[in-house]
């Protein structure tokens, strides 16, 4: 599942494209909890990982322009299942199970590892995995350990900071530097990290580009 990398940033007609396939329709259509519950790979998919509170859910969310489209867990570390959403019928959004839950038990995270592993390792069609880091709190030792499990399941991951509103820039530049030195480590790596915030939308078009660039053509849908 290794690929070519591409042009880093997104040219003018990714942005234009991005802008058309997430203006369009998105919703829920498949929740699972095990490996064997997994929809069909009729379509790419790009999932989302990251710490719990990370922001995931917000940032699918202003990815699509729906208000509640992703939940958040009012308890960090409930939700351990896949959550599969349709983007037009062009691309599948995976929101993956926080990780990094402080009161979860060894044998449930060690759970968390395997399952999530098992579906990184087969999934054809997962182009890319969005991992999350919180720009106001930066890398944890269990975000390492993701990017470790990404690199041997040879999954193209990139790195993507939330929350960035609440830092200056000077911060934010540190944080990004800090983290692009940790993606230079990982062979399965993007090397370009994009900044982003729900709020203000800082990103969002951009990463919308990128995104848009593993989607099914809109005159090839089936």
């Keep these: 599942m290794m690929q070519q990398m591409q042009t880093v940033l997104p040219t003018e007609e990714e942005l234009e494209e991005g802008r058309r396939l997430f203006a369009g329709p998105c919703d829920f259509f498949f929740g699972a909890q095990t490996i064997e519950q ?3 790979p009729d379509r790419a998919e790009i999932a989302f990982a990251g710490r719990s509170n990370v922001g995931k859910s917000s940032l699918i969310n202003a990815l699509t322009g729906r208000k509640a489209l992703a939940r958040a867990s009012s308890e960090p570390g409930r939700t351990k299942q896949l959550n599969f959403f349709n983007l037009g ?8 199970p926080g990780y990094g839950f402080a009161k979860a038990s060894k044998a449930v995270k060690e759970d ?15 182009a890319r995995v969005i991992l999350l880091i919180d720009g106001r709190v930066g ?13 041997k399941a040879a999954v193209v991951f990139q790195i993507v ?19 692009e030195a940790l993606a230079g480590t990982h062979a ?21 580009g990128i995104m848009a660039r593993f989607a099914t053509p809109a005159d090839e849908r089936s």
């Design 161 to 179: 900071l939330t929350k960035c509103d609440a830092l200056s820039a000077s911060a934010l530049a540190g944080r990004q530097k800090e983290v």
């Design 89 to 96: 019928g062009r691309l599948s959004l995976v929101d993956m």
């Design 112 to 126: 968390w590892q395997r399952t999530m592993f098992a579906y990184l390792r087969g999934r054809p069609n997962l």
């Design 139 to 151: 890398l944890k030792a269990s975000d390492r350990e993701v990017c470790d499990l990404l690199d």
């Design 188 to 208: 399965a790596a993007f090397p370009h990290i994009v900044a982003t915030s729900s709020t203000t939308s800082l990103g969002i078009a951009e990463l919308r």
């Design 38 to 40: 997994l929809p069909p």
